[in-house]
Structure formats: structure tokens, C-alpha cells
Nanobody, 127 residues
């Protein structure tokens, strides 16, 4: 059974850090890109970051550039997102997804642009 499982979310204060992880079981990531996508309360999907399959190229939305770092561990078949200097506007459910691309700036994808999705992990930034 193909499954992506995110972990690492939680409730933090502005300025804090969190590290999200996504573990794939039942398959190996096959798309050229892997991505993190988020959905804030009452809003649509927002692309956060993508990484090329071999990890050599990374891409970030302007809203997180300089604060978030995407990485992957080929041996462990995992995808991570280090989030620093968190802001209240980062509050959302974060999903890892098989697929994506070298997006720039801001991008609001449709769900069917990606392959497999995880169930999401809640990140809440609040004082």
C-alpha cells in the first residue's frame, strides 16, 4: 500500500522552528520533483517548496524563502522541511506530495497536479 506520512507539526510561538518529515512506504518517490504544499484555514492550496529528485536543486515560494529549507534523504526515502523564524501566517496543514516543479514566486496548485499525498500535519504559529 502506497503511503506518505508526515510528522513534526505542532503549536509553536512566532520566531520558533519546526522540522517536518515525510516518510514514504510502499513505494519510492518517482517524480522528478517532490514538494511541500500547505493549506491555511479557509484557503486553497499553496505551494511551499520543491526539490529535484537527486536533491541538487531546490525551489521556494517567496513567502518562505530564506526561512525554510527542503531536503531529502535518498537512503531513507524521506523528505524534510526545516522551518525557521515561523510567522503566524505560516499556520496551515502541511502536506508532502509526489510531484511538483521548479516553481517561482507564488503558486497555488490544484491537487491533481501531484501524485501521492500524505494526510498532512498541522502547524500552528501563535503567541
Amino acid at each position: 500500500q502506497v503511503q506518505l506520512v508526515e510528522s513534526g507539526g505542532g503549536l509553536v510561538q512566532p520566531g520558533d522552528s519546526l522540522r517536518l518529515s515525510c516518510t514514504a512506504s510502499g513505494f519510492t518517490f518517482t517524480s522528478y520533483y517532490l514538494s511541500w504544499v500547505r493549506q491555511a484555514p479557509g484557503k486553497g492550496l499553496e505551494w511551499v517548496s520543491s526539490i529535484y529528485t537527486d536533491g541538487t536543486r531546490t525551489y521556494y515560494a517567496d513567502s518562505v524563502k530564506g526561512r525554510f529549507t527542503i531536503s531529502r534523504d535518498l537512503a531513507k526515502n524521506t523528505l524534510d522541511l526545516q522551518m525557521n523564524s515561523l510567522k503566524s501566517e505560516d499556520t496551515a496543514v502541511y502536506y508532502c506530495a509526489d510531484g511538483g516543479g521548479p516553481y517561482e514566486g507564488s503558486y497555488y496548485p490544484h491537487r491533481d497536479e501531484f501524485g501521492s499525498w500524505g494526510q498532512g500535519t498541522q502547524v500552528t504559529v501563535s503567541s
